[in-house]
């Protein structure tokens, strides 16, 4: 298959002439800055406030590219995941006439973004233990189809994607490949991000929302080619992730043993919260788990959900999604949290 990204790209954003500031066409050091109508007195805040972000966010790319092993060029940071998301649509797909595949149950925001921009949707359910169905999906690709989103660790299941099966479709495929890989620190599966050079057709979306602790800073990554890239940078708002958040997650970046340890807690925790969910009467399968969530089918899901929160702990309740019928989606908590969770689950009535 010989990837064209020309081919795939809408006409109007082709033609489109990204904006840029001053800060963008200037290379160097400068002392002054009269270019952009800031405050030059300052702000009641320290650390230059007055001042526009930097909006390729520069610094936190060279921290991500030493961390992440991919080069700066080559990462994309937006305002969460779904701004990504959104992007990816804006730049492939034509509103009212091309589609992009999902793959249900799955994440919500890409379905949303899809119908935002106007982008119809084919949905082709996961087969048997939430795995890819090849076949299914070949069917539904067609001339109009620009892009494919795959979840790995998928929400709500949290089982990791067959690696074989992506690379089939990323082989196969000839428009953008999305793999999310926003719990992809608590598995034990390698992330798509060593395939950049492999395939030009890839895009990978990381967060700082799960592994991090950071869902409060709203920090999403892409990572893909830097024809990709450059086209998400030419399509952004200019100034899309602020001060703020850069000078917060460069001091968070410089925390990986913190994170680490975290997520070796979380990964036994889940395990043990696995088993004390499987030992309750109204549990019936608590399916298996790479991220810091537990998908689990029990009995009346949706009255023990209403039970749980009177007693002011929430959880998610999926049964109205489809192959996710009478479950309850748990977030892996603290130890004390966990406790609790089971103390009262095991109180509660399943009628």
Request: aromatic share 8%; hydrophobic share 40%.
């Amino acid at each position: 298959m010989e990837f064209n990204l020309d081919s795939l790209v809408r006409d109007n954003i082709k033609k489109m002439t990204a904006y840029s500031s001053a800060r963008h066409e200037f290379t160097g050091n400068a002392s002054i800055y009269l270019d952009a109508n800031e405050n030059s007195f300052g702000s009641p805040l320290p650390d230059n406030f007055n001042r526009y972000p930097d909006p390729l966010q520069m610094q936190v790319k060279e921290k991500l590219s030493n961390i992440k092993g991919v080069p700066a060029q080559n990462i994309f940071l937006g305002n969460g995941s779904d701004e990504a998301i959104d992007l990816l649509y804006r730049i492939f797909c034509d509103p009212g006439r091309d589609n992009s595949i999902l793959l249900p149950p799955t994440y919500g925001m890409y379905e949303v973004c899809a119908e935002m921009n106007d982008v119809k949707i084919k949905k082709v359910n996961l087969a048997k233990e939430y795995q890819l169905d090849i076949d299914a999906i070949a069917n539904a690709i067609d001339p109009l189809t620009k892009l494919i989103f795959i979840c790995s660790p998928n929400n709500p299941t949290g089982n990791s994607i067959n690696r074989a099966d992506v690379e089939i479709i990323l082989n196969n495929f000839d428009g953008i490949v999305v793999i999310d890989e926003a719990y992809i620190n608590y598995s034990k599966q390698r992330s798509f991000i060593a395939e950049l050079t492999e395939y030009p057709n890839l895009v990978v979306m990381q967060t700082l929302s799960k592994a991090w602790g950071l869902a409060g800073l709203r920090l999403g990554m892409a990572f893909a080619s830097q024809p990709i890239i450059d086209l998400m940078n030419k399509v952004k708002y200019p100034y899309n992730i602020n001060t703020a958040t850069q000078l917060l997650a460069l001091e968070a970046l410089d925390n990986i043993d913190w994170v680490n340890e975290h997520i070796s807690t979380t990964v036994i925790e889940r395990e043990k919260l696995r088993t004390e969910l499987l030992n309750l009467s109204n549990t019936e399968t608590v399916f298996p788990s790479d991220a810091n969530f537990l998908l689990v089918k029990m009995k009346a899901a949706r009255s023990i959900y209403e039970q749980l929160c009177q007693k002011g702990i929430i959880v998610r309740d999926r049964s109205k999604v489809v192959l996710c019928e009478d479950s309850l989606r748990i977030t892996v908590g603290t130890p004390e949290e966990n406790k609790q969770l089971i103390e009262e689950l095991s109180k509660l009535k399943s009628t």
